[in-house]
């Protein structure tokens, strides 16, 4: 608990945030956790044989830093690998973790010394300073169960090395340089193909990012960011929002109730851009010129204070999840809202210069895909108030599930690296958001131009229709280690970036034509085209 105050995981994992079936309040969280290789699959695959040996070697190197002699430091490596297959064993696996009726699992207080004997939960709330609780939420309630018989199953002096090695791989990133070089080998050479360290000045902007991101956000939105691309945004989201509503009316797989109840939903549905209202005030964190670690410390310690602090309380809807200068976008299901920070804004995800063809291909589908989000195999359990609760008919679940089903099968069909496919259960919800995202975004391009038949222009020898592809390719241009790829493909909700550039504009029926004159006619493709 005193850890995790310092931003130091354990065994486990605490949050708070909505509560999925009340989310009008904050709740408390807690998941499974404890691992410090990617997923459990990383402890038991044969194919992380040699990644499980180098990581064993990283921690008696880590040791070795510290001050232990070799032999010491090569028994706690092997001791910490042992703890962690333990709670590997025990853990769910990244497409169980999808589910979020499965991770909605609601505990009184008073019942948890009983249902979780080995959690110690009073203690551990006491030393996070959390008191008054009526409830706590728990993702994986038999992992909880049974961490009772696995701290039997290790001594007291080997909990202990658990608990250093916790503590030396969460600062290694902010120590001296043979160890933050030393963790830098791991986990960004050998396990994702990075092969040399980013430059200074773009470590100290991710570290402020990462720990004050609004205070850094404030300056880049005042500096870079311009009310004219948020003018734009506001009416790229209403032209979506028109063909959302239509495609709706129109779905020939969906009953009527359903649809009136997603139409309901979709009113209730706002979205964010830019910047927040208000931002986070950082000024009573204590920040040393010459004390990195101690800083982070700090900034971890005034997050969780704030966490805490709100467990109970109303839901404040001007919060962002993402700091403003992020390059990226999300969909939240409990606030029913998509937030696209100001980071995004700018090319190749969106460009003021360019003309509304390429940005409705790679900004407009980008949105598109974040609403689409509301809609898919997860978002969709949520309903116009962002609770989990089923308001399908089971006709319209049944079909929706067998056109998902249809999703999974083409994706799973993928091979990224020789014998390495795309998980096609693991990215469902992102895949048929970019899918969904794609046609959305080109039948609003569409109405635009037939809406204001002068910007249906030749440019640079392509057509609008020509550009609004282009621009959703250019928007997922990236290089990529084959390493990063396999990660990438294991953990990821997403599926790679080349396979989403290539796969939803590929099933879209206006794909071919646009580019050759000539119809697709594969009516298998279009019906996967869920929205």
Not at 226 to 233: I, L
Not at 381 to 410: H, I, M, R
Request: glycine fraction near 6%.
């Amino acid at each position: 608990g005193e850890f995790n105050t310092m931003g130091i995981s354990g065994l486990f994992s605490f949050d708070s945030m909505p509560d999925e079936k009340n989310s009008s309040v904050y709740a408390c969280y807690l998941n499974q956790d404890g691992l410090s290789l990617p997923n459990r699959d990383y402890y038991f695959d044969d194919s992380f044989k040699e990644i499980r040996a180098q990581y064993i070697n990283h921690i008696k190197n880590m040791f070795i830093l510290y001050g232990f002699d070799d032999k010491t430091s090569e028994n706690m490596g092997n001791t910490v690998l042992k703890i962690e297959t333990s709670l590997a064993l025990k853990s769910r696996s990244p497409v169980e973790l999808r589910d979020p009726d499965k991770n909605y699992n609601r505990f009184q207080f008073n019942d948890i010394e009983k249902e979780f004997p080995g959690l110690r939960h009073r203690e551990y709330f006491s030393k996070i300073g959390l008191t008054g609780l009526d409830y706590i939420i728990i993702g994986q309630p038999e992992f909880f169960r049974d961490l009772d018989s696995i701290i039997q199953q290790y001594t007291l002096d080997d909990w202990k090395i658990y608990m250093k090695w916790n503590v030396l791989n969460s600062a290694a990133p902010f120590l001296f340089g043979d160890v933050e070089m030393e963790h830098f080998d791991f986990f960004q050479r050998k396990l994702l193909g990075q092969q040399l360290p980013a430059k200074r000045w773009k470590k100290a902007v991710s570290i402020i990012d990462s720990f004050m991101g609004e205070a850094l956000g404030k300056i880049y939105v005042e500096k870079q960011f311009g009310e004219d691309s948020k003018r734009r945004m506001d009416d790229m989201i209403e032209d979506l929002k028109e063909v959302f509503i239509e495609r709706i009316n129109n779905l020939s797989w969906m009953g009527r109730e359903t649809k009136e109840k997603a139409l309901e939903k979709f009113s209730k549905f706002r979205a964010k851009v830019g910047y927040p209202s208000k931002y986070i005030d950082y000024s009573s964190i204590k920040i040393s010129q010459d004390r990195l670690f101690e800083n982070i410390i700090n900034c971890n310690k005034f997050e969780l204070e704030r966490e805490t602090k709100r467990i109970g309380k109303p839901v404040d809807k001007e919060l962002w999840e993402m700091t403003p200068p992020t390059v990226n976008a999300y969909f939240s299901p409990t606030d029913n809202e998509i937030v696209f920070p100001a980071g995004i804004l700018q090319p190749p995800f969106f460009d003021p210069e360019m003309d509304d063809a390429v940005n409705y291909g790679a900004t407009g589908a980008t949105i598109a895909h974040e609403i689409s989000h509301g809609f898919d195999d997860e978002g969709r359990k949520y309903d116009l108030n962002g609770n989990l609760n089923d308001w399908w008919t089971p006709e319209d679940d049944k079909a929706f599930t067998e056109k998902a089903q249809s999703v999974v099968d083409l994706y799973n069909s993928i091979e990224a690296l020789p014998g390495i496919h795309v998980n096609g259960a693991l990215t469902l919800g992102e895949n048929i958001a970019d899918i969904g995202g794609v046609s959305i975004a080109f039948e609003a391009l569409e109405r635009r131009l037939k809406k204001n038949p002068e910007l249906r222009k030749v440019i640079d020898g392509y057509t609008p229709e020509q550009r609004f592809f282009m621009g959703w390719a250019q928007s997922w241009r990236t290089n990529v280690k084959d390493e990063a790829l396999k990660w990438q493909i294991l953990n990821d909700v997403h599926s790679p970036e080349k396979i989403r550039a290539e796969i939803p504009a590929y099933v879209n029926p206006n794909f071919q034509h646009t580019f050759t004159g000539l119809s697709n006619n594969n009516l298998k493709y279009r019906e996967i085209i869920i929205w």
